[in-house]
């Protein structure tokens, strides 16, 4: 069974970068699917950020591209989401998740970040 | 602002069916056949009901039924039970990125 497990500071400072690994087990980050990062606000909606194939080919939410970046490693099975000048609109349970298939079939129990000082 | 546009809320009693709509434009839910259905119990992570408007994942009860009709989503959940009490959450495709809807809370009263 493809599981994933989001790490990373749960605290960021303001004007700081956020930094998240998501842990693959279960399948290979090589076996064809898209690895995808996705984050919800407090009480509010889900926002897609980014997601990568292995290759290192990327797609980005536009009213992010400018803060966010997406990379994948390939030997650690695993792949990343930095996003940098973070505000208070950055806090948000961050989700990592496989694309399958044209829909995120298989998340992470998700990791709560927030931004404060 | 979402993306797309979702309905805050839904209700329906048990046995009933209910219908949530996402709105969106020819650019994501009107141009393309990739419109997926989130289900989010309170705490847990996003479990796909639907993907490519009307296809149900294995294990996902046929209940769960979607549809598109222009630049305009549906997920109807029929036969309501408890444990369809959610949020909903649509998605769609937009040529090189995903979007979702703002989420709709469903209600089994």
């Known amino acids: 069974q493809v599981q994933l497990q989001e790490s990373g500071p749960g605290l960021v400072k303001p004007s700081g970068t956020l930094s998240l690994t998501c842990d693959v087990s279960?399948?290979?980050?090589?076996?064809?699917?898209?690895w995808t990062w996705v984050r919800q606000p407090p009480g509010e909606g889900l926002e897609w950020i980014a997601e990568?194939?292995?290759?290192?080919?990327?797609k980005y939410n536009p009213s992010l591209k400018s803060r966010v970046t997406i990379s994948v490693d390939n030997s650690n099975n695993q792949f990343s989401l930095r996003v940098t000048s973070v505000t208070a609109a950055d806090t948000a349970v961050y989700y990592c998740?496989?694309?399958?298939?044209?829909?995120?079939?298989?998340w992470g129990q998700g990791t709560l970040v927030t931004v404060s000082s | 602002q979402s993306a797309l546009t979702q309905p805050p809320s839904a209700s329906g009693s048990p046995g009933q069916s209910v219908t949530i709509s996402c709105t969106g434009t020819?650019?994501?839910?009107?141009?393309?056949?990739?419109v997926s259905w989130y289900q989010q119990h309170p705490g847990k992570a996003p479990k796909v009901v639907i993907y490519?408007?009307?296809k149900r994942p294995s294990g996902v009860p046929d209940r769960f039924s979607g549809s598109k009709s222009g630049n305009t989503a549906s997920l109807t959940v029929s036969g309501l039970r408890a444990e369809d009490e959610a949020d909903y959450h649509c998605?769609?495709?937009?040529?090189?990125?995903?979007?979702f809807g703002g989420g709709t809370k469903l209600t089994v009263l």
């Open positions: 998740a496989r694309s399958t298939d044209w829909c995120l079939g298989f």
């Open positions: 279960g399948d290979s980050i090589t076996s064809g699917n898209w």
């Open positions: 990568i194939y292995h290759t290192g080919y990327t």
């Open positions: 020819s650019s994501d839910v009107g141009g393309y056949n990739y």
């Open positions: 490519e408007v009307s």
């Open positions: 998605s769609s495709y937009a040529g090189s990125y995903w979007v």
